[in-house]
């Protein structure tokens, strides 16, 4: 029998919906008898456009949030996304050539604009039908962007999300709770012992200027019985800078890019970073309170209300607010606060995410 095709498209604005994206793809890998490619049309089209957009977007969240805020509102209050459909031409004809060539028998879409070009081109006839899955990688605070994007089903990870969906006006009865579709790899680790603190692990994922990432390290490095990790990433200068810092910030650790972010995490009692989508959900999926340094406004506002409501970690934005929330919850009262945002993830935790999604994918084709 031959293997089903299934496209997922996906876009670079932000890590979620890419993490989600290929989350999903190797869900379907391991679950065999499927055949799951991930496109990222917008830079298949237009690479070099597509590269300044992100190059755009990771901008202003760093250093101009306001103006981000500015405009998930513009999309979220106004019709300026309808006005802009007409010129997603090039876009459109793209997935019409990949949608003719691949003939899926379903297609997933982690990013709303694909949603609604998918949509018109089934209408129109162009190509044949085929059921169409939405993933939506936002929480809480939806803008009207995912609420008005066309879809079979509507995936979504967690209770409040659906709810806030529903008040957007989606129906129902084509949302479903499946969590949010982390790497599969978490299913096996969040099977895995976390011993008990002193020592306890802190993993940090720094974001912000130099000077601010330093008294954060400096800070955390000096607090006693705390094993502190910094990642970071792709961001070369930030991690020579850090290397360079002198035997007054202490002992820690100090990685540069690493495809571990799922064990790291389920090796580290607290994790420490900004509110965005995925790494929000992956904390959630393994069960490891979140203290978050940097919320982009609008988009990740909602990440912050769901560990607010789960009472599974707090916002701390500036260097003494993050130093002083690990000392209050790891080394105050034997670790209480920590051990009480432990017992909440527990309760919620969705490690199968991403397997309950092709699950459900998989029974309606």
Not at 13 to 25: K, T
Not at 277 to 296: C, D, F, K, N, Y
Not at 342 to 358: D, H, I, K, Y
Request: aromatic share 8%; hydrophobic share 45%.
């Amino acid at each position: 029998m031959d293997a089903k095709k299934i496209l997922i498209f996906t876009t670079g604005f932000g890590d979620g919906h890419n993490s989600a994206a290929r989350n999903v793809r190797d869900a379907f890998v391991s679950a065999g008898g499927f055949d799951a490619e991930v496109h990222d049309t917008y830079a298949e089209v237009s690479p070099r456009a597509a590269a300044l957009l992100q190059f755009g977007y990771n901008l202003s969240i760093q250093r101009v949030p306001a103006s981000w805020k500015a405009i998930f509102q513009v999309y979220d209050k106004t019709p300026l996304f309808d006005w802009m459909m007409p010129t997603l031409g090039k876009l459109e004809a793209a997935m019409k050539r990949l949608l003719e060539e691949k003939k899926p028998s379903a297609v997933v879409t982690t990013y709303p604009v694909y949603s609604y070009l998918l949509h018109r081109l089934m209408i129109r006839g162009d190509v044949p039908r085929c059921p169409h899955f939405m993933v939506v990688t936002d929480s809480i605070v939806i803008n009207r962007v995912w609420n008005r994007a066309p879809a079979d089903w509507v995936l979504v990870a967690n209770e409040p999300t659906r709810a806030a969906m529903i008040r957007g006006g989606v129906e129902e009865s084509k949302i479903q709770v499946l969590g949010f579709p982390v790497s599969p790899r978490f299913e096996e680790l969040a099977r895995m012992s976390l011993p008990p603190g002193p020592p306890w692990k802190v993993l940090y994922l720094p974001s912000g200027s130099r000077r601010r990432v330093a008294e954060v390290v400096k800070g955390l490095a000096a607090l006693p019985g705390v094993d502190l990790t910094v990642v970071t990433g792709r961001h070369k200068h930030l991690h020579e800078f850090l290397k360079g810092l002198d035997g007054s910030a202490g002992t820690f650790q100090l990685l540069g890019w690493t495809d571990r972010m799922p064990e790291l995490l389920a090796e580290s009692h607290l994790f420490i970073g900004k509110a965005g989508g995925a790494i929000v959900q992956e904390t959630l999926a393994i069960a490891r309170p979140m203290i978050i340094s940097h919320v982009v406004a609008g988009q990740e506002e909602g990440n912050v209300d769901l560990l607010s409501d789960l009472q599974s970690g707090c916002l701390a934005t500036t260097p003494g607010a993050i130093v002083a929330a690990v000392r209050r919850a790891l080394l105050e009262n034997d670790g209480a606060e920590w051990g009480r945002w432990r017992e909440n993830l527990l309760r919620v935790s969705q490690p199968a995410a991403a397997r309950q999604t092709v699950e459900f994918v998989a029974g309606r084709l």
